[in-house]
């Protein structure tokens, strides 16, 4: 079965310091990744995705995740926090419906400080 | 705005009574998904279809729950003689077709409180 363990369940910086959620996944084979984001009353919103390419993948508003199968995990990093960046982060897993059955983590709620 | 679009955004209700959920996809979206997310957890998978067609549905999708997208275009999420445990956020979200991208264009959601 597919999962998805997102370590932190908060996480706080002060502005124009890096950012690590951190992501360990489950799966019996190769995966779809993706981090989503949910801003206060918005929709989720696709943030990057990974699908097998390139390990490295960059995201919007300067977002990237690595995936790294030895260690299952596929951390998303910022170089440098904005306060726009505050919401709720959500690091996802295809099922093995493929995409049609997505499975998300607890969340991560990144807290951004002036 | 050419975005998901869920009605009602809230909805209270007592225990018992039945309660309908409308969402509008993207116009050229051909599949359609609903999601619940409950608070401090991340949104779980409900039912999804192609077109008018229901292709699957999770077993959190008790019997008390259907969703139906008759045209193939809106759908709506009822849930009869509601629960406490109804209570959550209902996501609808909508794809053109999943299986090129896996990006979901999610609405704002449906929040329903059950006293």
């Known amino acids: 079965a597919q999962s998805v363990t997102q370590l932190d369940s908060h996480v706080s910086v002060s502005e124009g310091t890096p950012v690590l959620l951190r992501c360990n996944y489950s799966?019996?084979?190769?995966?779809?990744l993706f981090w989503y984001v949910q801003h206060p009353n918005k929709g989720l919103q696709l943030l990057l995705k990974?699908?097998?390419?390139?390990?490295l993948v960059k995201g919007i508003n300067g977002f990237e995740a690595e995936f790294k199968k030895s260690e299952t995990s596929f951390h998303l990093t910022k170089p440098s926090a904005h306060m726009s960046d505050a919401a709720e982060y959500f690091c996802v897993v295809s099922g093995s419906g493929g995409y049609n059955k997505l499975i998300f983590g607890a969340g991560t709620r990144l807290a951004v400080h002036p | 705005d050419t975005g998901v679009s869920q009605n009602p955004r809230h909805k209270i209700t007592k225990r018992g009574q039945n309660v309908t959920f409308r969402c509008d996809p993207i116009?050229?979206?051909?599949?359609l998904y609903w999601y619940r997310q409950t608070l401090g957890q991340g949104p779980e998978f409900l039912t999804y279809f192609q077109n008018e067609a229901q292709l699957e549905k999770s077993r959190l999708l008790s019997d008390r729950f259907s969703a139906e997208r008759p045209k193939g275009s809106f759908s709506t999420l009822e849930i009869q003689r509601t629960e406490q445990g109804d209570s959550a956020m209902y996501l609808c979200?909508?794809?053109?077709?999943?299986?090129?991208?896996?990006?979901?264009?999610f609405g704002e959601g449906s929040r329903l409180t059950v006293l």
């Open positions: 990974y699908t097998s390419a390139a390990t």
């Open positions: 979200a909508s794809s053109p077709v999943a299986g090129v991208t896996g990006e979901l264009f």
């Open positions: 116009s050229e979206h051909n599949r």
């Open positions: 799966s019996s084979y190769s995966p779809s």
